[in-house]
């Protein structure tokens, strides 16, 4: 069992940045492939971004290309989500997910079999 726990939200004004975090439990946290995902009210669960196992491939959505990065430091068992440039449209809960199962990058909510209790991001105009 993985247990993925966020922090790092808030309130933040349009055009600022926050950084997200997400601690794993477990000993072989190297091995899984991690993404972030948000959901705004009303709306359905999108893909953010994801980093391969060794950190070495990153892939994100078109929305937050160049605002936003994911990391990882394998050796804390923990991913992060740098967030620039803030829009309001950013705002939503932010969860990040574990797929135990993947070798790649995948955008595929169905792919991640752990998820975050999320966080939320609330920016304002």
Do not use: H
Not at 47 to 63: E, H, L, M, Q
Request: hydrophobic fraction near 30%; include cysteine; glycine fraction near 12%.
């Amino acid at each position: 069992q993985v247990q993925l726990v966020e922090s790092g939200g808030g309130l933040v004004q349009a055009g600022g940045s926050l950084r997200l975090s997400c601690a794993a439990s477990g000993r072989t946290f190297s091995s899984y492939v991690m993404g972030w995902f948000r959901q705004a009210p009303g709306k359905e669960r999108e893909f953010v971004a994801g980093i391969s196992r060794s950190g070495g491939s990153t892939y994100y959505a078109d929305s937050v290309k160049g605002r936003f990065t994911i990391a990882r430091d394998n050796a804390k068992n923990t991913v992060y989500l740098q967030m620039n440039s803030l829009k309001p449209e950013d705002t939503a809960v932010y969860y990040c997910a574990a797929s135990v199962r993947k070798f790649g990058v995948t955008t595929q909510g169905r792919d991640y079999d752990y998820w975050g209790q999320g966080t939320q991001v609330t920016v304002s105009s």
